[in-house]
């Protein structure tokens, strides 16, 4: 910085979030290059009143980190940001549809069960049978923990200080 003149010490909350976005925004706009060995990662977030977009980052299996080691988010790339104020299965496969265009058809879908997702992806991998389906970890854990442990009396107190946790985690380094 001294070599350019600047006279701040830091860059402003400001510019660095629009470099941030700009960034984002090319990442998701730049061609991507097209195979068989797609993972897409697929789910509804950012959610703001009635509205909400569904965010479908990949990886080529190419690409994956090698076995004991783990995914970063440098890893995966943005395929599509579809910004949705309703949604239901026919809505998810058309969007899937849509960014098949981007990638290729996918090897696998990761997504949890969420019933529009679900639908989506199951009318998705029907027209494209080369195509699995897998139900994310963090998902199948938690519905098998409270399936198998929902009717424990400690369960709530669990779920709660659990959420707590969540929450005092969230954006820290």
Not at 36 to 51: L, P, R, S
Not at 126 to 140: G, N, V
Not at 141 to 166: C, H, I, Y
Request: some cysteine; proline content about 3%.
């Amino acid at each position: 910085l001294s070599a350019l003149r600047f006279t701040a010490a830091l860059a402003s909350w400001s510019s660095t979030r629009l470099w941030l976005l700009r960034l984002g925004y090319y990442k998701l706009m730049r061609a991507k290059e097209e195979g068989a060995d797609w993972v897409w990662i697929v789910d509804h977030v950012v959610q703001t009143g009635q509205e909400k977009c569904l965010l479908i980052v990949g990886i080529r299996l190419s690409a994956a980190p090698a076995v004991g080691e783990y995914l970063t988010h440098a890893d995966v790339e943005p395929i599509a940001v579809y910004p949705v104020t309703q949604s239901n299965g026919e809505i998810v496969y058309q969007q899937l549809e849509e960014a098949v265009k981007r990638t290729g058809v996918p090897r696998e879908i990761l997504s949890d069960q969420g019933s529009d997702l679900h639908k989506g992806i199951k009318q998705f991998c029907q027209a494209h049978p080369e195509t699995s389906f897998i139900y994310d970890i963090k998902h199948k854990v938690a519905a098998v923990l409270k399936r198998e442990l929902g009717a424990d009396t400690a369960w709530p107190e669990f779920s709660r200080l659990a959420g707590q946790t969540s929450q005092r985690v969230q954006q820290t380094a």
